[in-house]
């Protein structure tokens, strides 16, 4: 008992940190540095949570009663208990060029989530309701695309002599959704209607070094986006083992899902600010600033690319929960007005399993966690002009679910770790692993009618 009671304090300490950390990390920006995030609105981030992460990012069909899963709205229907959710990641990184490497260490909000049922399913229990009908609604926030890099070239012209030339990246975009699911008896559907809103940075400057007094050529886009979003999800799920269950209700339901997913070509608009200038320096102390260019709230469109995701998942009660997902968004339709770009698509497999030893286990913690691991692997977008086909990229994850006692809900600490790489077709690699740390809060009490105040 002492055992188990200073494992649960040791995880409400863990929470506190985890929440404030959230807080910290949503305020500072990552640093990063990644070369692939010039592209686009910059490097896309996983839109799932930790546990769906070590899962290999199963997103398609996997449906949770106390896990909200961002990417497939259907599931949400599913929840049975209030579910606040929150992460945050530290992600490090090895860039290598085959003759220059680089280790970059980032971090920041990976997201936050609330989710619950709109029909409290102790008041259903209470009043001997057997509805089919259930409702789910979930608010998140969370990190679209990250925008992070500082690269420097050289090549010499025979007249100048060596240019250098910089080329740095700053900002990124974030996500705010509203989820809104209905599910009758096994089959759901959900809609998720979002905002997409961020402030992205980009700048080059050429210089000629061998020069004595050069004049430096400065360019810098500072670009706003915004724009509304929207997709929808449909999951269908089976029992395996109806007819037993009919018989003995205690037996653990085994049930396999069926998801799927899409989005079009969600609009945006962007401002933009344009400046040009041509620089003389002195010893580092700029002694003439001709300004080439300065144009403000040059106005702009585009279009995100159109994604369709699917998948199957199985859960045998607590103890087995397997799946995979298939998912491709056209990026080749993606447009800008203010940054022109022809991009390839992209697409991502992912398989993964989860279980837990026994939940009955009430003196074996460990017996009581969850285990995942999984494996996924794809393209990342590039310009077409670059290669034929995107990013190959691949990786493993593995990750632990542990329970958390607070009153009478279940709540978790989910902690995940991702072992990845990213390769181009001219040898330029990113290895990484990033470890992630989240929770999620249950209460069964809210929508609960009361009969006795």
């Known amino acids: 008992m002492k055992l188990q009671n ?3 304090n040791n995880c409400r300490s863990f929470l506190f940190l985890v929440v404030f950390l959230s807080s910290v990390t949503a305020i500072a920006q990552p640093k990063d540095n990644s070369p692939f995030s010039r592209f686009g609105i910059g490097d896309i981030l996983t839109p799932n949570h930790v546990a769906l992460q070590s899962f290999g990012g199963i997103n398609g069909a996997y449906a949770d009663p106390y896990h909200v899963n961002l990417v497939n709205p259907a599931s949400v229907a599913y929840l049975k208990s ?17 003759q220059n490497q680089a280790n970059i260490l980032s971090g920041n909000l990976s997201y936050i989530s609330l989710g619950f049922p709109l029909r409290n399913p102790i008041t259903d229990v209470i009043e001997k309701r057997n509805s089919k009908t259930h409702f789910g609604m979930n608010l998140s926030l969370a990190p679209y695309s990250q925008v992070a890099y500082n690269i420097l070239s050289e090549d010499i012209d025979p007249d100048i002599g060596t240019i250098e030339r910089t080329y740095t990246g700053n900002g990124g975009s974030y996500k705010f959704l509203w989820t809104n699911a209905v599910r009758y008896d096994d089959l759901s559907f959900g809609v998720n209607v979002g905002y997409v809103f961020g402030n992205m940075q980009y700048s080059r400057r050429i210089e000629p070094i061998d020069l004595f007094n050069p004049f430096l050529d400065e360019f810098s886009d500072d670009i706003n986006i915004s724009g509304f979003v929207y997709d929808f999800g ?21 049930k396999i899902f069926f998801g799927l997913h899409y989005n079009g070509r969600n609009a945006f608009t962007t401002n933009t600010k344009r400046e040009q200038y041509r620089v003389n320096e002195i010893e580092g102390n700029v002694a003439i600033r001709d300004t080439i260019l300065f144009d403000e709230n040059n106005e702009g469109t585009g279009y995100l690319p159109s994604e369709l995701g699917f998948g199957v998942y199985y859960r045998s009660g607590n103890k087995w ?7 491709r968004a056209r990026w080749s339709e ?12 992209s697409w991502r497999f992912a398989a993964g399993a989860s279980y837990m030893p026994d ?56 902690l995940g770790l991702e072992l990845g790489r990213k390769l181009t077709d001219n040898s330029l690699k990113e290895t990484y692993f990033r470890f992630t740390a989240g929770f999620s809060i249950n209460d069964n009490l809210w929508f609960y009618k009361r009969k006795y105040d």
């Open 234 to 254: 449909v999951q269908y799920g089976i029992t395996l083992n109806k007819k037993e269950k009919a018989e003995n209700n205690l037996i653990p339901t085994k």
């Open 321 to 327: 929960n397997a799946g995979f997902s298939y998912e």
């Open 82 to 98: 209030t579910a606040f959710e929150g992460a945050v990641f530290i992600k490090n990184s090895t860039f290598d060029d085959g």
């Open 334 to 345: 993606y447009e800008n007005s203010v940054k022109t770009e022809a991009l390839t698509d």
């Open 6 to 8: 200073m494992m649960q």
């Open 359 to 414: 939940i009955n286990a009430f003196n074996k913690y460990y017996k009581r966690m969850y285990y995942r691991f999984g494996f996924f692997t794809g393209r990342d977008p590039i310009l077409a002009s670059i290669q034929e086909e995107g990013i190959s990229t691949y990786g493993i994850s593995l990750g632990v679910g542990m329970p958390l006692v607070l009153g009478r809900n279940i709540s978790n600490v989910d």
